[in-house]
């Protein structure tokens, strides 16, 4: 749910008719869901983030006593978008700027994109599911061309790396956290996240136990590059530039439900965008 920041940055994409000069739109986890809305043909479906509805269907906590997971993304990507409020899976694949969500593979513990597991809107829904899909909470990995998969935060949480090995000359990154809630590299993983590695992730293989242990410090490196692209607007290379939320705007738990903190965070990330275009002279 943290994702309903950058997700009120991309319908100010839209709004502003930016989104036209882009060649491709990379998604992690929450962020490849907010991607294919962004690409469809009813990018308004967005404001979906802010209603806590959505969210109640997808996080149900009394599941953990039903032995269920606790975050259901296939009841969002398969029900959800398919029934009452439905996501133009179609007009996601005949989109002129490419759609690249991105995944774990449970294996090599790698970042993996998906763009050429996609071919029908079956495997575009999977490939959304597998972005998303939280090792403990939400189940056991999304298997997609003979492959197993969990969420992309697991390798690759801002997806910025893959866009430059894949050639990108400029990129915008959209970001959900605020400047003050910068990860910081630990000397040694939390007894949580060791406990997750060698209980919940003990049938998957020691790579991906690795991957997990390691996010945070991985997380704390993208930060410092990312900051160094945004002070070095001169710099030669790629030019990769950040939006972020102001600091005041509200904090975002994954798993919260609440619909008035949804919808400040939604709108803290339209007014973030908005406000980063201003002072680009777009407007």
């Known amino acids: 749910m943290r994702g309903t920041v950058s997700a009120g940055m991309a319908p100010a994409l839209h709004e502003l008719g930016l989104l036209p000069l882009f060649g491709a739109v990379y998604g992690a986890s929450a962020g490849a869901i907010s991607a294919a ?8 479906g967005l404001h979906g983030w802010a209603e806590p509805a959505f969210a109640r269907a997808m996080i149900r906590r009394r599941n953990v006593l039903l032995g269920r997971p606790l975050v259901n993304v296939r009841r969002l990507v398969e029900v959800l978008y398919r029934g009452d409020f439905p ?12 759609f690249h969500p991105l995944a774990t593979d449970v294996v090599t513990g790698a970042a993996v994109d998906l763009r050429s597991r996609v071919s029908d809107e079956a495997t575009l829904r999977l490939a959304l599911r597998a972005s998303a899909a939280l090792p403990l909470p939400a189940g056991g990995p999304v298997r997609l061309g003979g492959r ?14 893959q866009t430059l090995r894949d050639g990108a000359t400029h990129v915008l990154v959209l970001r959900s956290r605020r400047p003050a ?13 060791r406990l997750i590695a060698g209980v919940g992730l003990r049938a998957y293989s020691p790579e991906l136990r690795a991957t997990f242990l390691s996010r945070d410090v991985r997380l704390d490196r993208d930060d410092r590059l990312l900051a160094e692209h945004d002070l070095d607007e001169a710099a030669l290379g790629p030019a990769v530039m950040s939006v972020r939320p102001y600091d005041s705007a509200p904090y975002i738990g994954r ?3 609440d619909g008035a903190l949804l919808r400040a965070a939604f709108e803290a990330g339209r007014a973030a ?4 275009m201003a002072g680009l002279g777009i407007a």
């Open 87 to 98: 996501l133009d899976y179609a007009s996601v694949l005949a989109s002129a700027v490419e």
């Open 255 to 257: 798993l919260e439900t």
């Open 273 to 276: 965008l908005t406000d980063k």
């Open 181 to 193: 809630d910068r990860a910081r590299a630990a000397a040694r993983p939390s007894r949580g996240d």
């Open 37 to 44: 809305w962004l690409l469809s043909s009813r990018p308004e």
């Open 148 to 161: 197993a998969y969990y969420d992309a935060g697991l390798a690759e949480s801002i997806p910025f790396r």
